[in-house]
């Protein structure tokens, strides 16, 4: 049993638990307040009975007019919670919010390595959209993929017609 609920700062000194993954992006402070002050919305916790945190979601709106979006900028569960759906739980929570904002689409880059990840998002109707070359700074060999779902607002998925090229980080708006 768990419960979803925005991330307050104070999480912010108790989430070592999920941060130490190897697979998963950490960040410093000043970012994680970034997403609390503009888009409170989309960054949320799992939180078990006990009030360990079990897993988070942060994302954030973005884009003009048909490229208009939600974007996944982390997502990981605690390796002692995995397997239980609290992923697939944060991602359909962070779909509800960006069709609330009218948005066409999510996106969300994944190592191409996280073949666990990126079966997950297909299962949950992500689609490769696009390769970006050597996309993770801290490891220049490894790609990752462009995965998008389209929402109601598109209605001809015009937004996940996958591209045929690969693309630098440089490239990605």
Not at 83 to 91: D, F, N
Not at 155 to 163: A, D, G, M, R, T
Request: charged share 25%; glycine share 6%; proline share 6%.
């Amino acid at each position: 049993m768990s419960i979803i609920r925005p991330l307050t700062c104070n999480d912010l000194f108790k989430f070592n638990n999920v941060n130490l993954d190897p697979l998963t992006e950490t960040y410093g402070l000043p970012f994680y307040m970034l997403y609390l002050a503009h888009w409170p919305e989309y960054v949320q916790v799992a939180e078990s009975p006990s009030g360990e945190i079990m897993g988070y979601i942060m994302g954030k709106a973005e884009g003009r007019g048909n490229s208009w979006h939600g974007h996944v900028t982390a997502l990981t569960v605690s390796p002692d919670y995995r397997r239980l759906g609290l992923a697939a739980k944060l991602m359909k929570y962070l779909e509800e919010v960006s069709e609330k904002k009218q948005a066409y689409f999510v996106d969300l880059f994944v190592r191409v390595s996280n073949k666990v990840a990126i079966q997950m998002y297909q299962q949950l109707g992500y689609i490769v959209y696009r390769t970006v070359l050597e996309y993770y700074s801290g490891d220049p060999d490894e790609d990752a993929y462009d995965m998008r779902k389209a929402l109601s607002r598109d209605i001809f998925k015009q937004s996940v017609i996958p591209l045929i090229h690969p693309v630098r980080p440089e490239d990605v708006e």
